[in-house]
Each structure stands twice: as C-alpha cells, then as structure tokens.
C-alpha cells in the first residue's frame, strides 16, 4: 500500500535519512522509532504528502504523487488519515464539523458510518455539538479516531499518538490502530514510547546522521 523508495531528505542543511527505502502492506502496523530530531515526523509528513522530498519516490496505493499538488490532494483526500499528538482538531468547531473534515475519503465494504454511530464506537455519544476546545486531551484524541472511523482510509499515519494521553486513552487508541490494520488499512506510527512499538508487527529505527 505504501512503497518507500530510495528516499532522502534534509532539514536546516542537515541530512535526516538517505535512499531509505521499505514498503508497507494492508493489514500492517509499522512503527518508526530512533532518537529525538532523527526524522520520524517529517518522514510521516512526507508520506503524508505535506512535505517534499529531496530525492526518491513515494506511492500510495500504487500512485506516484511526484511534484503534482492535484494528484498529492487527491490521494490525501481518497487514501490518507492522520492521527497527531496534539490530535489535529480546529478548536472552535464543533466535535461532528471536526469529524466531517475527514470525508470524503474511501468507503470501505457496504454503508459508511455517520457521526454519531462514530461518536458512540469512540465512547462519546452524544457529545457532536460541543466544541473541540472543551474537550479533554483523552477526547480529542477520540474524536480524532472518529474521524478515522468515518473515513476509513486507506493508510494511517499517527505522530506520537499516545504521548499527550493516560493509560486508558493510550489503551484505546493502540487497540483502534489495531483495528483499523486488521480491517485492511496500512499503518504507520511514529513513536518514543515501547509500548507502542511492540504492538507493530515491523519496528524501523532511524539513527540521527550527526
Ligand atoms: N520546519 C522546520 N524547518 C527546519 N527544520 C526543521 C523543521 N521541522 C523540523 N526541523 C528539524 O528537522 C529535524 C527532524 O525533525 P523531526 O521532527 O522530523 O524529528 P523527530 O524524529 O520526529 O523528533 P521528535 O522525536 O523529537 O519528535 C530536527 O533537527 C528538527 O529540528
């Protein structure tokens, strides 16, 4: 689903990775570990399509978004979902708004779910019309994974996902990772923490160059 080739960038004048290259099936979770700085953000950010590369390709789902914005808007919007540390939300939209961003994405099987049937597998019925700002870090961060849920994309991409959570919340967000690969999306997961490392089924450290 996501086939990284021969990449190779640098930030500040700095080289962060050269000709990386691996790839990443429907169905797997793969998590980016490695020091502070090393990379694994921007990395994400380039899979993402919403940084550049300095050499190498990247296709999505067999895609190849090369220097076109269209076909980059057009993958991000059919195959991609984020997931952020700071969970991504605009603060004074409502929760079911903040959902709605995330569509039209691909449906997956028969009916896609509605915000509220989202809302409810999340843990937070009931709750679309409060604003994002007056939720809790915890559910934000599930809201976010409405958002997935709505979505269903393709690929996940989650930047430190668990880190601004408690137990219970990183719980539940490494579970609906989890799920999320076992119903067939590619998963990737930029982490510190070896709790979530250990769930995926590839762990790739990157080193800092210098
Ligand atoms: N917008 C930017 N402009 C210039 N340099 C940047 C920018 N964003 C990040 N960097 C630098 O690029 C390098 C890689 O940063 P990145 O956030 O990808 O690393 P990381 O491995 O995700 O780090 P962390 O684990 O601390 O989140 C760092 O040296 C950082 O200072």
Same mark, same amino acid.
């Given at each position: 689903?996501?086939?990284?080739?021969?990449?190779? %960038?640098?930030?500040?004048?700095?080289?962060?990775?050269?000709?990386?290259?691996?790839?990443?099936?429907?169905?797997?979770?793969?998590?980016?570990?490695? +020091?502070?700085?090393?990379? %694994?953000?921007?990395?994400?950010?380039?899979? *993402?399509?919403?940084?550049?590369?300095?050499? !190498?390709?990247?296709?999505?789902? !067999?895609?190849?978004?090369?220097?076109?914005?269209?076909?980059?808007?057009?993958?991000?919007?059919?195959?991609?979902?984020?997931?952020? /540390?700071?969970? *991504?939300?605009? =603060?004074? $939209?409502?929760?079911?708004? &903040?959902?709605?961003?995330?569509? +039209?994405?691909?449906?997956? *099987?028969?009916?896609?779910?509605?915000?509220?049937?989202?809302?409810?597998?999340?843990?937070?019925?009931?709750?679309?019309?409060?604003?994002?700002?007056?939720?809790?870090? *915890?559910? /934000? /961060?599930?809201?976010?994974?409405?958002?997935?849920?709505? %979505?269903?994309?393709?690929?996940?991409?989650?930047?430190? =996902?668990?880190?601004?959570?408690?137990?219970? &919340?990183?719980? $539940?967000?490494?579970?609906?990772?989890?799920?999320?690969?076992?119903?067939?999306?590619?998963?990737?997961?930029?982490?510190?923490?070896? +709790?979530?490392?250990?769930?995926?089924?590839?762990?790739?450290?990157?080193?800092?160059?210098?």
């Amino acid at each position: 689903m996501i086939q990284v080739d021969r990449v190779t %960038k640098h930030r500040g004048g700095r080289l962060l990775w050269r000709d990386l290259s691996f790839t990443v099936a429907r169905g797997e979770v793969l998590a980016l570990t490695g +020091p502070s700085g090393c990379g %694994k953000s921007t990395l994400l950010d380039c899979i *993402g399509l919403i940084d550049s590369l300095d050499a !190498g390709t990247i296709h999505v789902g !067999g895609t190849d978004a090369g220097r076109s914005r269209r076909r980059a808007r057009r993958l991000r919007r059919d195959h991609l979902g984020y997931l952020f /540390q700071d969970f *991504g939300l605009v =603060p004074d $939209m409502t929760v079911d708004a &903040n959902i709605r961003i995330g569509r +039209p994405g691909r449906s997956r *099987g028969a009916r896609r779910m509605t915000t509220a049937e989202a809302l409810e597998r999340v843990g937070l019925a009931g709750r679309g019309s409060d604003r994002a700002h007056d939720l809790s870090g *915890g559910e /934000q /961060q599930r809201v976010a994974l409405a958002r997935l849920v709505v %979505k269903q994309p393709d690929v996940i991409l989650a930047d430190e =996902p668990t880190s601004a959570l408690d137990d219970d &919340n990183a719980r $539940m967000v490494l579970d609906a990772l989890g799920d999320f690969a076992s119903a067939g999306a590619a998963v990737i997961v930029a982490t510190h923490a070896a +709790p979530v490392a250990e769930r995926a089924a590839t762990v790739l450290r990157l080193e800092r160059t210098s």
